[in-house]
């Protein structure tokens, strides 16, 4: 198991990942990070066909000063593609007004590769996000 957070606010622009840049548990050599960066590696590092990875995230979004209220929305990716699955949207009433979200999935990585997985800002504008944390857990 592994968690990685951000604890304080940060904006992310439309269609990009959320950086990660603390390391709250730094888990086993099957899952990687770099912190600062929105990617985590899963290695499928098993004798199996296939190693089988939950990852969830929970955080709070809103809509930054400056933006326009509507929906907005993150996704879990795997491999740069947003997961219509493990979509989170809300709807602010006003800007700076968070919701909290979350998301999970499960991800299988086939023996010897390797697949990224990130929180993607799903919206068509920038947004804030706080108290993040992703936890990746290797079940099988």
């Not at 912190?35 to 296939?50: D, E, F, I, M, P």
């Not at 709070?60 to 929906?71: E, F, H, K, S």
Request: proline residues 3%; positive net charge; aromatic residues 4%.
């Amino acid at each position: 198991m592994a968690e990685f957070t951000s604890t304080t606010i940060q904006t992310v622009a439309a269609g990009q990942n959320l950086p990660l840049t603390e390391t709250a548990i730094k888990g086993s050599n099957c899952i990687n990070h770099r912190a600062g960066a929105g990617n985590v590696t899963l290695r499928g590092l098993t004798n199996q066909c296939k190693a089988l990875f939950k990852v969830s995230f929970g955080g709070n979004i809103a809509i930054p000063t400056g933006g326009t209220v509507g929906a907005i929305s993150v996704a879990l990716a795997v491999g740069g593609e947003a997961l219509n699955s493990a979509t989170a949207i809300v709807t602010p009433a006003a800007v700076d007004q968070y919701s909290n979200v979350f998301t999970a999935v499960f991800v299988e990585v086939p023996r010897g590769c390797c697949v990224t997985v990130a929180l993607k800002n799903t919206s068509t504008q920038a947004i804030s996000i706080a108290n993040s944390n992703l936890i990746v857990e290797r079940v099988a």
